[in-house]
């Protein structure tokens, strides 16, 4: 119920901040700053983008209406998202994958790819690939247009879902628990372990922010392993040896490779 | 099947000899260049001043989280690198599938705890020298319980019924947690990555470890190493399946990750449980 009231009211707050033209502005901060900051960034940073929006208000025929609108809409629609903690977030979004996988009628012959199109669907809401693109690709980022900033997320999204949305189909019942979260104002860590059937625990933590009063994972360490660390010394080495456009045309010929 | 398995036997057991020969080398530049072994100042790791209160969390600028990938021997690896590639390809991996279509995964796991259960020693120690009372108190209650109640390790009830939790250790991570920097990265043949310290370490792990001067080297000591081998590749296969679909630089990457792993067993160890 609370998903249903977020996603709309974010989709509500968007329609009505793109539809007052404010598309480019909500770009340009998704580029330059959304991203989480150390904790000192991050404040100063929050006082700034107000600052932004006052003054692109001013081009706007009824000014009241919409600043109602903008504040209020947040408030009252995402209060219920926002109260639970990065864990409660993680934790559902979890045991909804778990359910899915679990799920004997989806376990049926010919239904392999319907379920793989379920967990992906529950991935989205809590991945933040955006995120994760723009991290991995680190400074290399700040160099590339809109456009192959969109098409890098997106191949790597692809590259990241044959990774490990298969992976996923391999489970079999082992179990998760939940070993403590640490919360620093819009970011979080939350570490969890994966129990194997050899009794081993594997340790995975998740990298969390928060946007739009909505916890989104955009990093996860398996065994202290960074995802976007490791990815960050590929690419480099990658770009550092040829260039960024053959590092798309590797990723391109992955996915060719894989027939996906 | 059997033919497979002794002629994957002989294969590395030879070699691994030279393996061997090698790590003394290693360990002897480790010995003169003990300065390599020490933390490094200016290493990208360490944060800024005032931001200690947040050191959990990262900022890409600063990328933080990256690890200090001192790779002299860049070149060596790779080479290294890309015959333990091949060798998983063409040798280690048909001989695993094999292994697996003969042998039940119910039986795998027996096999691999039973390995695992024999070399408690070195994780005793381990635990002890890093003053992990409670990881050592546990390994050594582990190899009781799993040594007679679990028939000689095949079965793990310490895990299954009394909670008692594994708790890996090695002398690389000792070192590590006694303040030596990794050193160089190094790939040797028919040996998962290391760095140097990691190396000397593998080294004084065989040391302590009893069996080492119970069995005979050779024959057996290597043969359930190479069995031991095979059956965790056999077990793991599923994991690894496609994974390269993924990967867009191999080396970097597997080098990466095992350095980012060890540091996190070194450093990241007073989490709660």
Redesign the interface.
Known sequence: MTTVFTVLGAWLTLSVVFSLGFARFVMSADASGH???????ASSQRAARPTHFRGSRMTVARPSVFLALLTVMPLIVARPASAATPMEALRGEIDRVIKTVDDPELKKEGRAGERRAAVRKIAGEIFDVNETA??SL??HWQARTPAEREEFARLFAG??E???L??IE?YQGEKITY??Q?V?GD?A?V?TRIIT?????I?VDY?MFKRDARWQVY?V?I????L???????????IQSSSYEE?VK??KA?QE??GT | MNDAMMARTRSISAPSSIALVMMCVAIALAASGCASLLPRGGRPTSAPPGNGSSSVLTDMTREKADVDEHDPWQRFNETMFEFNRRLDTYALRPVAKGWKAVVPERVELMLSNAFDNLTVVPRVLNNALQAKWDGAGRELGRFVINSTAGVGGLFDPATAYLNVAKSPADFGQTLGTWGAGPGPYLVLPFMDPLTVRDGAGRFVDFAMDPLSYVLPLVPVRFSLMAGSRVNERALSDDLLQDLEDSVLDPYSAVRNGYLQRRERMIHDQEEPR
């Open positions: 991203a989480p900051r150390a904790v000192g960034a723009k991290r680190g400074r590259l990241l044959r990774a490990y298969s992976k391999l070993a403590g640490t620093d970011q860590v570490r059937k050899q009794g081993a625990e340790p990298r990093d360490l065994e202290g392993v960074s976007i660390g490791n990815y960050r010394t590929q690419f480099n080495k990658v590092l590797k990723i992955k490779g894989s």
